[in-house]
């Protein structure tokens, strides 16, 4: 059980020369960060790891587009895998609950083109978006505002 969401609209950009230190900063996460793990009646939490994401998958990916694949956001270009020799610049996300995503995209918000976005809607109708600007990634909710018709 999880909270669904789904892209409603995205602007993204990861140019060619920056995808090695993003596949890096992945790498870099350290699993017990994560909101997924196993629970003892006595002991509590006795192993963590992010949700809906396969830990060994994305330490062992050897392109960004892998790693970004084993976290449930594939790249795909003209209907097929990405490759892994161009600038990625849309991102598809194949999951149906939010997990541990700002982790993902905390982490390789230095690599991202300033000014890019992914809009979310979730089951509830909430709207929110994952900026990045200046090196970060921002998670800003959304206000829908009607105008009176004149």
Same mark, same amino acid.
């Given at each position: 059980?999880?909270? *669904? &969401? *789904?892209?409603?609209?995205?602007? %993204? ?44 998958? %994305? ?23 990405? +490759? ?18 700002? *982790? ?15 809009? &979310? ?12 600007? +200046? ?16």
């Amino acid at each position: 059980m999880g909270y *669904h &969401m *789904h892209v409603e609209g995205i602007k %993204f950009l990861i140019k060619k020369k920056n995808k090695k230190k993003a596949l890096e900063a992945i790498k870099s996460l350290n699993s017990d960060n994560g909101s997924g793990g196993r629970w003892e009646p006595e002991s509590g939490k006795t192993k963590s790891w992010f949700s809906w994401v396969d830990t060994e998958e %994305f330490m062992s990916a050897e392109t960004l587009e892998a790693a970004l694949e084993a976290w449930r956001w594939p790249v795909y270009f003209e209907g097929e895998l990405c +490759d892994g020799v161009t600038d990625i610049t849309d991102l598809t996300f194949e999951g149906e609950n939010l997990g541990d995503d700002v *982790h993902l995209f905390s982490a390789i918000a230095p690599y991202v083109e300033d000014g890019s976005y992914i809009r &979310m809607r979730g089951e509830d109708n909430e709207v929110w978006r994952w900026l990045f600007k +200046d090196g970060e990634c921002l998670e800003q909710g959304a206000t829908i505002t009607f105008e009176w018709p004149e």
